[in-house]
């Protein structure tokens, strides 16, 4: 097993791949596998990765033993991986980018314009005569359902992108990047 302590990644041999036969409600994507690499035993889900269906296909179908390159983080105990690239087929894991907090940034900026529409809407339609009340009703009503969930979306998905940024997840990113660009100059 070759370590690589600056960027946290671990080299070494795939010698067993276990996927748990359970696949929860959601599907496929979240799927726990078990990756023993040099006799360490490191977990992923499908939806870990940037595509989770590509990888979901990958970790299936993939020829053991295998030489790969990880990016290990613990969890509760448990190892998890960021990534995963396979020297022997030059398959890539690629791990979750910024599109994630660009989603969450949007949501979180659409909840307070959502709330000043409704807030500026509001006075104007209970001005309006009783028939066009009850025609825009439902509009305002629509208004600020959105602007609600926004709001709870936007705070959870908050969550995932402050963990994107931490200092290891950050290390891990730029040591794929560095092995990709590696990769691509050697060919």
Request: hydrophobic share 50%; with cysteine; glycine share 8%.
């Amino acid at each position: 097993m070759t370590k690589n302590n600056l960027y946290g990644t671990v080299s070494g041999q795939l010698d067993r791949l276990e996927g748990s036969l359970v696949r929860g409600r959601l599907g496929e994507s979240t799927r726990l596998y078990r990756l023993r690499i040099d006799g360490h035993w490191y977990f992923c889900t499908a939806s870990n990765f940037t595509d989770s269906a590509s990888a979901g296909t990958v970790l299936r179908h993939v020829q053991l033993p295998e030489r790969v390159t990880v990016a290990p983080h613990v969890v509760n105990g448990r190892r998890y991986i960021y990534w995963l690239y396979s020297h022997d087929s030059g398959v890539a894991l690629e791990p979750l980018t910024l599109k994630r907090a660009g989603v969450s940034a949007l949501l979180v900026l659409l909840t307070p314009i959502l709330g000043f529409a409704l807030m500026f809407l509001w006075p104007w339609i209970n001005q309006l005569s009783t028939w066009l009340f009850v025609i825009l009703l439902p509009v305002t009503i629509a208004l600020a359902i959105a602007a609600l969930v926004c709001g709870v979306f936007g705070i959870f998905a908050l969550v995932d992108v402050f963990g994107i940024f931490r200092p290891r997840r950050l290390r891990a990113y730029r040591a794929y990047l560095a092995l990709r660009k590696t990769i691509t100059h050697d060919d």
